[in-house]
């Protein structure tokens, strides 16, 4: 079945793997630094596929029960003409992060990685992606996840290799820990639209406690500084992202309270993601029933039936009250 990430975009790890997108996690090739991937037969075998892959499982079930997937939204966003054309790139350059959040692990942060194995052992748990020798010439669009992307220059050392930095637009997902210098301002000055995506799974000090190592003090400061940057520099909204998990579920309604405090447009720029991996952190059925009506008080119609739908998928419809 049409998917769109078949035919224009990858996925680079910090493992260099490389992923159709972050949803379908199942190696498709191996990154050497060059973009050769992109025509092997795994590729192929994918856009001549008339059924639903069972790869792609988790946007067939957001789409079995009501939630928008990520393959109808790449669809709608760029089109299912079928034409072959690596132009929009996601990156994970690294595991290097500051922070110990509660979910996470020595895959994605260097902090856990030391606390687990001793900093002595750095290398062992140190993940980098390989830079590439040059960027496709058609590019659209480049993600960055982290680690946390602003704690060092390798996304810079990437964007340089663009040739049309006008045509591109740049999308980072980032802890908030990290002011852009005025330096970093410039440069990404010269690109079409810069987007950034703060993760937030509470308001405060239990964001603190969840996040581990980050201050909120200096995540509201980020915030206020991207926002006073909007109207003559950003050309698409600031987003937020919310893990929910065992701990930060019961945070929902505080943080919804707290975007639109800021101006934030909670039906189109928040999206929230349940964690499936450590299972240790995934809701429960008796967590799942109060958690369905906690989102009945969430101003977001958006927010709340994409949370009530990924529960009836995730925990089973029989366990949850019916659609009204």
Request: glycine content about 4%.
């Amino acid at each position: 079945m049409y998917c769109a990430a078949y035919f224009n975009r990858a996925y680079v790890t910090n493992n260099n793997d490389v992923w159709l997108c972050c949803k379908r996690r199942i190696p498709v090739a191996k990154y050497d630094g060059t973009f050769d991937f992109f025509y092997n037969d795994e590729y192929q075998r994918l856009r001549n596929i008339k059924e639903r892959d069972p790869g792609c499982s988790a946007c067939w079930r957001d789409e079995d029960t009501g939630v928008k997937s990520l393959r109808q939204r790449y669809n709608q966003k760029f089109g299912t003409n079928g034409v072959v054309d690596l132009n929009h790139l996601e990156f994970e350059h690294d595991n290097i992060c500051n922070l110990k959040c509660v979910m996470c692990d020595e895959k994605f942060s260097t902090e856990w990685g030391i606390e687990k194995f001793g900093k002595e052992n750095y290398k062992s748990f140190l993940r980098q992606m390989i830079l590439p020798e040059e960027m496709p010439k058609n590019l659209k669009s480049v993600m960055f996840y982290g680690g946390e992307p602003f704690m060092t220059n390798r996304h810079i050392r990437t964007l340089e290799k663009i040739e049309d930095k006008g045509a591109v637009d740049l999308y980072y997902t980032t802890n908030a820990q990290f002011p852009l210098s005025n330096q970093v301002l410039d440069f990404l000055h010269q690109f079409k639209s810069i987007s950034i995506t703060c993760s937030i799974d509470a308001i405060g000090l239990k964001s603190e406690h969840l996040r581990r190592g980050s201050k909120w003090s200096t995540t509201v400061d980020f915030i206020d500084r991207l926002i006073s940057y909007k109207d003559d520099f950003f050309s698409t909204a600031l987003s937020a992202h919310t893990t929910i998990h065992k701990q930060s579920y019961m945070e929902l309604v505080e943080i919804e309270k707290f975007l639109i405090s800021k101006g934030i447009d909670i039906e189109a720029c928040w999206d929230v993601g349940f964690v499936k991996d450590p299972a240790d952190w995934k809701i429960s059925e008796l967590e799942a029933m109060e958690m369905y009506f906690i989102a009945e008080d969430l101003q977001s119609n958006y927010v709340k039936n994409k949370v009530q739908a990924r529960l009836r998928s995730s925990v089973g419809s029989e366990q949850l009250p019916s659609k009204q």
